[in-house]
């Protein structure tokens, strides 16, 4: 999955340092990111040095080995540099709609460019103290920001959702959303509410979308999904009773069971609902 960029590893521990010289900076207006693509849909950020911001404009998010990722505080100083002529530098960076990263190369950098977004929404939110309206500041203590007025200390959102593998046999309930941009195969999926278990969110969720009712829920695994600020939960259950869809039409243009034989071949190495999907596919004996 976009989260398994091993052997690198990936450090969230908060710190107030500088950047040193080869580290990125990444930048975005709206759901854009800036970057370039290159051949094999390669994909480039640009570093500090590049880019001429001072070092007290920027917050440090993460780093993926001895590599630090950037943001500007202000995204009004960016200025895009021009590429000399005859020049390979940027390759043009350009604005780019984050998605574009589902298919990008190199694997760590699709991961640090929507892991950075899901901060730089965060950040982008809470410019404001939801308790007293007081502008916020950066807390130099952990990844929060505190409010100099009333002192309420704001940390980064995350919101929990399922994934559900539900199965009836050799066959597995295979979505479509209505009205999103993304058009491909899922698998039935929700938020949880409050007061709610995950299990709980399983059994809601594919009541509310196909009218069927579950059994047997067993984890299967778990994925950070910054592209919406979610913490994705994956769970396999079983079809308790008769298997006749009912389907909500606010929330899916289409449902249907799907023998695992009939499965194309998805993108595994992304998201945990494609790994899902090939993980039936490819391993009954688990289900029986």
Same mark, same amino acid.
């Given at each position: 999955?976009?989260?398994?960029?091993? =052997?690198?590893?990936? #450090?969230?521990?908060?710190? #107030? %340092? /500088?950047? *040193?010289?080869?580290?990125? @900076?990444?930048?975005?207006?709206?759901? +854009? @990111?800036?970057?370039?693509?290159?051949?094999?849909? %390669?994909? *480039?950020?640009?570093?500090? +040095?590049?880019?001429?911001?001072?070092?007290?404009?920027?917050?440090?998010?993460?780093?993926?080995?001895?590599?630090?990722?950037?943001?500007? *505080?202000?995204?009004?100083?960016?200025?895009? =540099?021009?590429?000399?002529?005859?020049?390979?530098?940027?390759?043009?960076?350009?604005? +780019?709609?984050?998605?574009?990263?589902?298919?990008?190369?190199? !694997?760590?950098?699709?991961?640090? !460019?929507?892991?950075?977004?899901?901060?730089?929404?965060?950040?982008?939110? #809470?410019?404001?103290?939801?308790?007293?309206?007081?502008?916020?500041?950066?807390? &130099?203590?952990?990844?929060?920001?505190?409010?100099? &007025?009333?002192?309420?200390?704001?940390?980064?959102?995350?919101?929990?959702?399922?994934?559900?593998?539900?199965?009836?046999?050799?066959?597995?309930?295979?979505?479509?959303?209505?009205?999103?941009?993304?058009?491909?195969?899922? /698998?039935?999926?929700?938020?949880?509410?409050? !007061?709610?278990?995950?299990?709980?969110?399983?059994?809601?969720?594919?009541?509310?979308?196909?009218? /069927?009712?579950?059994?047997?829920?067993?984890?299967?695994?778990?994925?950070?999904?910054?592209?919406?600020?979610?913490? @994705?939960?994956?769970?396999?259950?079983?079809?308790? !009773?008769?298997? %006749?869809?009912?389907?909500?039409? #606010?929330?899916?243009?289409?449902?249907?069971?799907?023998?695992? &034989? &009939?499965?194309?071949? +998805?993108?595994?190495? /992304?998201? @945990?609902?494609?790994?899902?999907?090939?993980?039936? *596919?490819?391993? =009954?004996?688990?289900?029986?």
């Amino acid at each position: 999955m976009i989260q398994d960029i091993t =052997p690198k590893i990936y #450090n969230n521990e908060y710190k #107030n %340092k /500088l950047p *040193k010289p080869g580290d990125y @900076l990444l930048s975005f207006r709206g759901r +854009e @990111l800036l970057c370039a693509f290159g051949e094999y849909e %390669k994909v *480039k950020f640009p570093k500090v +040095e590049e880019l001429g911001i001072d070092s007290d404009k920027l917050i440090y998010l993460f780093s993926i080995d001895d590599i630090g990722f950037f943001m500007s *505080k202000n995204e009004n100083d960016i200025q895009i =540099p021009e590429a000399p002529q005859g020049s390979d530098i940027e390759k043009k960076y350009h604005y +780019e709609d984050i998605r574009a990263l589902r298919k990008a190369n190199p !694997g760590y950098l699709c991961f640090a !460019g929507m892991t950075a977004y899901h901060l730089h929404v965060w950040y982008s939110d #809470n410019r404001f103290c939801g308790r007293c309206g007081h502008k916020t500041e950066i807390y &130099d203590k952990e990844r929060a920001l505190k409010c100099p &007025d009333c002192g309420n200390i704001i940390y980064p959102k995350i919101c929990p959702a399922v994934i559900v593998g539900l199965t009836n046999g050799e066959k597995i309930m295979m979505t479509r959303y209505a009205g999103r941009a993304y058009k491909g195969n899922a /698998l039935i999926a929700g938020f949880c509410e409050i !007061g709610e278990t995950a299990e709980d969110t399983v059994r809601r969720e594919v009541f509310e979308e196909v009218g /069927l009712k579950v059994k047997n829920i067993r984890y299967f695994a778990s994925q950070p999904w910054g592209f919406d600020s979610n913490l @994705l939960m994956g769970f396999f259950c079983d079809l308790d !009773g008769e298997g %006749k869809v009912n389907i909500d039409e #606010n929330e899916l243009s289409h449902a249907e069971w799907v023998h695992r &034989d &009939d499965i194309g071949e +998805e993108a595994r190495n /992304l998201s @945990l609902t494609a790994t899902m999907m090939m993980y039936f *596919k490819e391993h =009954p004996e688990y289900f029986n």
